[in-house]
């Protein structure tokens, strides 16, 4: 009986948090976007490993560098965002997921291995730059009572895409090659990405007028 009202319950806070969703521009244009990258971009590093031998012929120990230059990137994003205490801000997210829409698609075409450490580092400083500021401004811009309901529906987006994900690029790769697979995932999310920056106004309004109220 409990886990019978826990599921009820569960289900309801989802329902009333896609409900607040639909009427948020902001929050709604933030998990399209964030969502359609995770699905199609994100899950990149489970083909690293065919980057690392097939395209680059760098063996296991070039593996281990490209997985530490992603790792590197993605610290160097979290340090950089919290010294600059980054605001709520769309247009920032947007643009940051433009830019690792576009680094993602040029590492897929290296086949430069030091040019390649350097793109992975980048990609991995753009994913968390847009993230993050994803999460920052979702949580600022939602109401106190909503915000576990609002992160819940973004974190079943975010995280259950991923598996989605790895199965369409795992597909791809099979029939295509890596690169082939990597760079129709980067596009996928280019085009979610640049949409996001075409429709941004009402949302772009709707973290303004959310901020004033909160000051």
Same mark, same amino acid.
């Given at each position: 009986q409990r886990a019978t009202s826990a599921k009820v319950g569960t289900i309801k806070s989802i329902r009333e948090g896609l409900a607040y969703i639909r009427q948020k521009p902001?929050?709604?244009?933030? $998990?399209? /976007?964030?969502?359609?990258?995770? =699905?199609?971009?994100?899950?990149?590093?489970?083909?690293l490993p065919l980057f690392a031998t097939a395209v680059l012929n760098a063996g296991p120990a070039g593996f281990g560098f490209i997985s530490s230059a992603f790792g590197v990137g993605s610290l160097l &994003?979290? =340090?950089?965002? @919290?010294?600059?205490?980054?605001?709520?801000?769309? &247009?920032?997210?947007?643009? #940051? &997921?433009?830019?690792?829409? /576009?680094?993602?698609? $040029?590492?897929?075409?290296?086949?430069?291995?030091?040019? &390649?450490?350097? %793109? *992975?580092?980048?990609?991995?400083?753009?994913?968390?730059a847009f993230t993050a500021i994803a999460n920052t401004t979702l949580q600022t /811009?939602?109401?106190?009572?909503? !915000?576990? !309901? *609002?992160?819940?529906?973004?974190?079943? /987006?975010?995280?259950?895409?991923?598996?989605?994900?790895? %199965?369409?690029?795992?597909?791809?790769?099979?029939?295509?090659? @890596?690169?082939?697979?990597?760079?129709?995932?980067? #596009?996928?999310?280019?085009?979610?990405?640049i949409a996001g920056w075409i429709f941004r106004a009402p949302a772009e309004k709707d973290i303004a007028q959310s901020l004033y109220h909160k000051e």
């Open positions: 902001s929050v709604f244009l933030i $998990i399209i /976007v964030v969502g359609t990258i995770s =699905l199609f971009g994100i899950n990149f590093n489970i083909i &994003s979290a =340090l950089w965002l @919290a010294w600059t205490n980054k605001k709520p801000d769309i &247009s920032f997210l947007l643009l #940051a &997921s433009i830019i690792f829409c /576009v680094l993602e698609i $040029i590492f897929a075409l290296s086949h430069w291995y030091q040019l &390649s450490l350097v %793109l *992975i580092a980048c990609v991995g400083f753009s994913q968390i /811009v939602t109401p106190d009572h909503l !915000r576990g !309901r *609002i992160m819940s529906v973004y974190m079943l /987006v975010f995280n259950g895409s991923i598996p989605l994900g790895n %199965l369409f690029t795992g597909g791809l790769v099979s029939l295509f090659g @890596a690169p082939i697979a990597l760079i129709a995932g980067g #596009a996928l999310s280019l085009i979610a990405a």
